[in-house]
């Protein structure tokens, strides 16, 4: 019959038992998470390349898996079976090569169909606004500049001879120039400011204008 001291003694070990077992089963951490490595997608060079290279690593393995059964004493395995290993290791080899040969021709067709793209772009994109447009207005505007310097010239001489029209009539005396108040204030008039002769507007001198000035400012307008 089991006393009470006993059988608090035989708890007491189950216990330590349990905890010991407990101890000893404590879950290893998880192993940390490895990112597979990107897959190349179906049909591109880098895919070509993959496939071929895997099937030349496998071959390479199979070969080294039966040659260590030789090695282990694997009486099974033929001289004809590790020739054959040998061969097939080769000609994935070789399939491996024409892969890369294969994969970098690819790459060029690919690069010569993004060249073509680009230069379509960059036509469709110049075909926009043509250098023709520009051409084309910039031999408006030189036109423009010289029917421009032959009206200013045109003008010169009509005021030139205006202001002779006026100075060889005795009957239209030149009008006097004050430095300090300046030409008249209205009407058409010639006269002399400073000794130089001047055809005045409504008190501005209009007997020539600088061509050169005025296309210059034409141009720094626009």
Do not use: C
């Amino acid at each position: 019959m089991t006393t009470t001291s006993e059988w608090g003694g035989t708890r007491a070990a189950l216990q330590r038992a349990e905890d010991q077992a407990a101890a000893e089963t404590v879950p290893a951490p998880s192993p940390a998470l490895v990112t597979p490595a990107a897959v190349p997608e179906p049909g591109t060079p880098e895919h070509v390349e993959a496939l071929a290279a895997a099937e030349a690593a496998q071959a390479a393995r199979d070969v080294e898996a039966i040659e260590a059964r030789v090695i282990g004493g694997d009486e099974t395995v033929t001289a004809y079976d590790v020739e054959e290993a040998h061969g097939l290791a080769r000609f994935a080899r070789l399939r491996r090569e024409a892969a890369a040969r294969k994969a970098e021709a690819q790459r060029q067709q690919q690069a010569e169909e993004h060249r073509h793209t680009a230069l379509a772009e960059a036509r469709r994109l110049m075909a926009a606004a043509p250098k023709s447009d520009v051409d084309a207005r910039l031999a408006a505007a030189q036109q423009a500049v010289t029917e421009l310097r032959e009206a200013i010239h045109a003008y010169n001489v009509g005021a030139r001879a205006a202001f002779d029209a006026l100075a060889r009539t005795p009957e239209a005396p030149a009008a006097p120039y004050d430095p300090i108040t300046g030409p008249p204030a209205a009407g058409l008039a010639y006269g002399y400011a400073m000794g130089h002769p001047a055809l005045w507007l409504d008190g501005v001198n209009v007997l020539a204008l600088d061509a050169n000035g005025i296309v210059k400012r034409v141009l720094d307008e626009n």
